[in-house]
Structure formats: C-alpha cells, structure tokens
T-cell receptor, first 113, second 111 residues
C-alpha cells in the first residue's frame, strides 16, 4: 500500500455507538491531520499531530477523540455522535507540518442515525 | 464574509472547452495558493501550487494569481470527461499546514 489509507470507507452508526476510524500513511511524513468535509462547506481542520504530539485541536467536541500512537498511524474515536456529525472524514499527512505537499486519504463516509 | 469564496457550480461544459475556475479571498496576507482536484468517493489531490503572484503552467492546466484583486484562477484547456471532479482552492499565509479551503466547484465535462 502506498499513500494514505483510511478504513473503513463507509460507516453507519447509531448515536449511542462507539466506533473508531483508522488512518495509516506510508510516506514517511511526520505530521498527520483529521479534516471534516460536509456538503458544500470548506474542509474543516479538526486535529493536528506533529511527531505524534497533538499540536492543534480546532474546538472539536469531546465526542471526537483522536489518538496518534506513532507518526504513521492516526485514529479518531467516536462516541455519542449527533446526526449533524454525518460527513466525510479525511485524514492527511505532510512533512514537517507543511501545507504544501499534503496527501489526503480517500476518507470515511460517516452516517449517524 | 468567508475568507475564501468559491462558486459551488455545477459547471457543465462540452469536451474540448476551456474551463475557468475561480476563487476570491479577503486576506491580503495569503502567499501560498493551491488547487486540489477531488474525484467522487476520493480524497483531494494536489493539482497545482503557486507562491505569490503570477502564472504557473502544467500541461493542460494553468494557475493564475492576481494578488491586487485577491483573485485566483485555474484554467483547463482541451477539457476531457476525466476532468469531471470537484476543484478546491486552498491558500495560506505561510508554508504551514494552516490552509484555508474554498468549498469547491463541481465540474462536469460532457462527452
């Protein structure tokens, strides 16, 4: 596998469920990001990790909990979500926190019912 | 007012047409300008990147930045059905990850 891989591709969950999204990058990058993409809205940066350390939390509700065990893996743990959290969740990576040279994964399409 | 404005479209053109996609912005401090292409059920991929003003060409694609008007454009020559996608502009003040994205323009190139 090359690039940035996200699993699962699709997820339907109830509001009381707990689930996790996984992201893995094979590019040797040291910064990883979670973005939310809703229809007809700009990409919203949620979390930033640099060398496994969280360097930014963009006022994201606590029902979203990120985890970065190493520079290649990133998780987003989800619990008690709301229907308005339904969106495409994109993981990205880059070298040394640079914006040019972002590589995005294909995303997880999340539906909260 | 949003920091970056982009017409959502959809923009429908016949194959072979010249396509012009645009973004306007309000922050005069933006220096780095990017265009991403996003196919359906895929993540965005970087298409073009420009620093400061001027033009940049890559095959059928030309990116143009007019800082005096706070306006950026992406031109696609000889458009193909495979160019059908959503095009996102993004910009930042410095080279960091702090990108501000437009909401994307959906392009449909008809065979």
């Amino acid at each position: 596998e090359t690039g940035v891989t996200q699993t699962p591709r699709h997820l339907v969950m109830g509001m009381t469920n707990k689930k996790s999204l996984k992201c893995e990058q094979h590019l040797g990058h040291n910064a990883m990001y979670w973005y939310k993409q809703s229809a007809k809205k700009p990409l919203e940066l949620m979390f930033v990790y640099n060398f496994k350390e969280q360097t930014e939390n963009n006022s994201v509700p606590s029902r979203f909990s990120p985890e970065c065990p190493n520079s290649s893996h990133l998780f987003l743990h989800l619990h008690t979500l709301q229907p308005e959290d339904s969106a495409l969740y994109l993981c990205a990576s880059s070298q040394e926190g640079r914006g040019v040279g972002y590589t995005f994964g294909s995303g997880t399409r999340l539906t909260v019912v | 007012q949003k920091e970056v404005e982009q017409d959502p479209g959809p923009l429908s053109v016949p194959e072979g047409a010249i396509v012009s996609l645009n973004c306007t912005y309000s922050n005069s401090a933006f220096q780095y300008f990017m265009w991403y292409r996003q196919y359906s059920r895929k993540g965005p991929e970087l298409l073009m990147y420009t620093y400061s003003s001027g033009n940049k060409e890559d095959g059928r694609f030309t990116a143009q930045v007019d800082k005096s008007s706070k306006y950026i454009s992406l031109f696609i020559r000889d458009s193909q059905p495979s160019d059908s996608a959503t095009y996102l502009c993004a910009m930042s003040v410095d080279s960091s990850y702090k990108l501000i994205f437009g909401s994307g323009t959906r392009l449909l190139v008809r065979p």
